[in-house]
């Protein structure tokens, strides 16, 4: 079980990127997950914007990310790339903010033609974090992308769910093999704890 954070870099209401990373979300809980939403329009938007590091729900955002396993990171694509929103966040974070983290990004958008901007805009921005891995993402369209109501989770359409899918189940895959190293190189450690002889230093006299 890993603890997975979801970042949301839409500014609106009723996001259609939010509604994918509920899918995500979801799948994830489906293989044992523990996942976290921070939507990042509920940050407050002055200290967002001058850089505040020590205000507290920032603080706590920051620390929230520090102590994921790994991090889903969603944006709709505004001009050609990732929001403001999210640029303004990660200015606030560490260079070494995702350092060991899978990260699996995802770009909601209106045109096609904005597919690039996964690996032109957010996979190099998310690269300067340090991330361990960065999967291989998806572009998904927001008309595929059917929200929640009262009675349904959120869907993605099946001409592209199926892909949608495909790139949770390798990010799943990810996190599994994480997992397994994490729990030998703490079985090594123990190890050595184990076997390193107790050294004492005699006293020359
Ligand atoms: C200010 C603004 C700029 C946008 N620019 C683009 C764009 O350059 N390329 C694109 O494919 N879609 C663009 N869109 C459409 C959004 O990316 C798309 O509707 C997205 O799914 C909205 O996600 P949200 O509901 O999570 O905010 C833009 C929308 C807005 C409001």
Known sequence: ??????????PSEGSKTEALLEFIARRLGQYGHRTEFIKLRHLPAGPLLTGDAS???IASARATVS???AVVVGSPVFKA??????KVFIDLLPMDALHGKPVLPVLTGGSPAHVLALDYGLKPLLATLGASSIGRGRFVASSNILPATDT??????ESV???????IDQFDSELTVR?????HAEAAAAESLIT????????PS
């Open 179 to 183: 997992a397994r190293s994490c729990t």
């Open 152 to 157: 349904t989770p959120p869907s993605i359409d």
């Open 67 to 69: 102590a994921a396993d």
């Open 55 to 57: 205000d507290d729900l």
């Open 1 to 10: 079980m890993s603890r997975v954070v979801l970042l949301s870099a839409s």
């Open 161 to 167: 769910e199926r892909d949608v899918v495909d790139a």
């Open 196 to 203: 390193t002889p107790i050294t004492t230093e005699r006293n």
């Open 81 to 86: 790339t990732y929001t403001g929103l999210l």
